[in-house]
């Protein structure tokens, strides 16, 4: 149950209202509604009002209002957050800050190769107008179809081709903030090179909304791949899988896309659960990736360079059997085999998440061990780890034992959390490789990166955000 | 003239003794001498006691002390600073701390592709060390025989490879830093993916030494090329050389290791003032790149890369001439001739150094208004752009006009500088692209970052040095 919301001041709501227009101030409950829950159902907030400004003057002079008034702020742009990042509390005093509106792609420059966007673009939209000027925006990830560039930079988002590109803040070159109290950092350089200063740009990116709101942004863009192979990979253990993606980094680092671990256990699910699935391989294994390469270079012959590496992982032992697609269609299954797991998941009933990541060397000591401990804890659950093998990020979920309640499987999902996160710990790694903080993790923030790190982190939020208005709750406890 | 050092209070003297060692602190002013002028002779400071901790628990420790008393800190690595960064002011009551003895190479790692070096490792090390190893650490400077890994990491050096492999910030995983209080940053991770909490690394990161020091670093490490191929062209303008640019960028964007552009100025300037040096071509051209391609693929072919897309700017007009050389000498020696443009300047008498950068779109256009206005205010003088075309960065230096006395012509530094800068910021450029602000551009980046981007700035250094202790008058007027 939420607490019934308050309402502002009617000397700011008028304000508010007279800035922003019938379009840009909503405070009817059911219209508010959709912005009040996160889409994995973890909270539900409360909120006096939703502000959808329609540029960034009028963002600033909102914030300049609602600072004065002492109004908390949260921002949100495709609500895709999976920590809970982009949603008010419970006390109905936290406006909403919706970047939707804000949705123009200002600028592509194929020669700077770069995009100016606004927040509210959402991510699939840059990719296709990168793609139409001839470029590429490399960030890809599932929710792509709803995200936002203000929600990706302000969560450093990673995804499926960082290992190639990197994460959102490496896509990063220039950037538009609103600060707490209304001023405006107009840092939209589209310079490679610039040592003017601190890295804000740097900072911003991945604050997660705490520091000030992003309202725009120069993305890099890079050549379109005109060459690329793809193989799913039958392998005989964690240590091969990370043996092949050794072999591959080697022999041509810079065409390596993705490489995508699957358990056995993940693909029977994705293959009896979802419409269509098949396994293109001639029996089952207990381990899989999914290799893909790419290059901007028309003869880059990567379809050669794919089988003779394999050739020689076949020989080692390390790949089993492997299946490389010979037509577009054949190779959007391979991906669909990987991209349904997190559906997959949900079907097999109660299922525990983890978003961990460790160095690379470690992965498959990490899936090992958390594996087992995972097990000892409730005995026939199946930990189904995938994900992001090069860049040492696995997804290490957990789908409960065959016939067991759902409902008294989650509620081991802490102590299952607990149980990964311990070995991830142990092996140096990240509670959140890149899903962030959000509301979910403030206690494990405070707890991992704790002292001088902890410390700092929390000066500069207090030296940016004196009042503590900017998204309460998230990275630090509210 | 500067002014005699104060002494430190003498209880402070005998508790860093007892904690450095006589090793770790000096007060003899002689053996202190050249830690107090810059190798560009632009500053001569004085000081009380350079410390030289061993470890990070003695560098730690001494910083309480320091922090205690009130004494300011100016950290120091290879001393190679372009712009005052590492030196302390003439009042005498700065310590310098040299982080020298710190210079362990703790960890090389190939399947991680990490190196954990201390600040004081020299970079020349760091890359033989990673080389020996079978990998590459690819950040490669002029200096790089002198300069620091804490130097380079506190200044986000960049030099020859960035178009390829980014600025020292981007090769740059984990960070221990000492902050001003003596608490430290354990924050030597090794993760690809870490979304928890703000990118304090970046942010240290070319912070110069005003937020805390740099003490150990966990860097990133790539496959060694087994392919490469180079060659100098003769280029019809300065829109022909981006132009060029832009089909090797299209064509394989991940090879371009270096795409350096230098005039026929400069160029006259080494192959008649630097010994040995001759140009490989033809004739004598107006305009120059050295195009540096490189692979990890043993069967890369860049060799038939580079001709190919020669050819095709050969018929477009835009390469006159072009050398590829037949053997390493061969090669070493058309990198000779970029090389040596800084001293051949220096040379030819009187000479000015810019380093702007601008959107790689508008380089062409800098370079001719740049010296159109450089030659409208000191008639006769002879602009020499040089510099990494890849990035938009050149370095817009200027050499006397024949027959003028050089201090005449020194005495216009400062309007050719401004003239330069002008221009500059006129295409949304930087002042600094590679060198910093030390303490040479403070001014300059109070008005050119002003407002809110500023204050930003100076709340971050105030929230994390309250005492301003460290290396003040950096970045920030003193």
């Known amino acids: 149950m939420t607490d019934a919301p308050t309402t502002l001041p009617p000397a700011l709501l008028d304000a508010l209202s007279t800035l922003l227009g019938p379009r840009g101030l909503v405070t009817d409950p059911a219209d508010m509604e959709p912005f009040l829950s996160d889409w994995r159902g973890l909270y539900h907030g409360a909120s006096p009002a939703l502000l959808r400004p329609a540029n960034t003057a009028e963002l600033a002079a909102a914030m300049r209002l609602l ?6 702020v949260v921002p949100q742009g495709g609500n895709t957050s999976m920590v809970g990042g982009a949603m008010p509390d419970e006390s109905g005093r936290q406006v909403v800050l919706s970047l ?12 700077d190769m770069t995009m100016v966007a606004e927040a509210g673009v959402i991510l699939k939209n840059a990719q296709d107008a990168a793609a139409e000027a001839g470029c590429l925006f490399p960030l890809s990830l599932s929710a792509e179809g709803s995200a936002t560039i203000g929600g990706v930079l302000a969560t450093n988002a990673g995804g499926n081709n960082t290992v190639r590109y990197g994460n959102a803040r490496d896509l990063l070159m220039g950037i538009e903030v609103v600060l707490p109290d209304g001023s405006v950092i107009e840092g939209l350089r589209r310079l490679r090179k610039d040592n003017t200063g601190f890295a804000l740009r740097q900072l911003f990116a991945g604050s997660e909304g705490t520091l000030g709101i992003i309202t725009a942004a120069v993305l890099r863009l890079f050549p379109r791949p005109r060459t690329t192979a793809l193989a799913l990979c039958a392998m005989a253990d964690e240590d091969a899988a990370l043996a092949l993606f050794r072999r591959f980094r080697d022999r041509d680092e810079g065409s390596v896309r993705s490489f995508e671990y699957m358990s056995g256990a993940g693909m029977d ?26 290059s901007s270079r028309p003869d880059a012959d990567l379809r050669g360079l794919m089988e003779a590496v ?15 697609p010979e037509s577009e269609a054949q190779a959007a299954n391979l991906w669909r085999l990987r991209e349904e797991h997190a559906e997959a ?25 958390s594996a087992e401990a995972m097990r000892a804890l409730v005995p026939g659950c199946r930990p189904v780890p995938f994900g992001h093998m090069g860049d040492g990020n696995i997804h290490m ?28 710990r142990d092996l140096d790694g990240s509670f959140s490789a890149e899903h962030g903080v959000g509301r979910l993790k403030t206690d494990m923030l405070a707890d991992w990166r704790g002292g001088a790190e902890y410390e700092a982190m929390r000066r500069i939020k207090a030296a940016l955000d004196p009042q503590g208005l900017m998204n309460p709750g998230k990275v630090f406890p509210g």
């Open 67 to 72: 600072g004065q008034a002492g109004v908390a």
């Open 100 to 111: 939707a509106r804000m949705n123009r792609i200002r600028d592509i420059d194929p020669v």
């Open 269 to 294: 699910f994705v293959t009896s659960l979802i419409e269509g699935a098949t396994l293109p391989l001639a029996g089952r294994a207990d381990h899989y990736v999914l290799v893909d390469l790419a």
């Open 310 to 324: 394999l050739e020689e992982a076949l020989e080692a032992g390390e790949v089993l059997d492997a299946a490389l």
């Open 345 to 369: 998941q949900k079907r097999a009933g109660g299922n525990v998440k983890n978003d961990v990541s460790v160095p690379v060397s470690r992965v498959p000591e990490m899936i090992r061990r």
């Open 397 to 424: 979920n957990v789908v409960q034992p065959e016939g067991m309640e759902p409902a008294a499987f989650m509620a081991r999902a802490h102590d299952l959390m607990e149980a990964v996160n311990a070995v991830v």
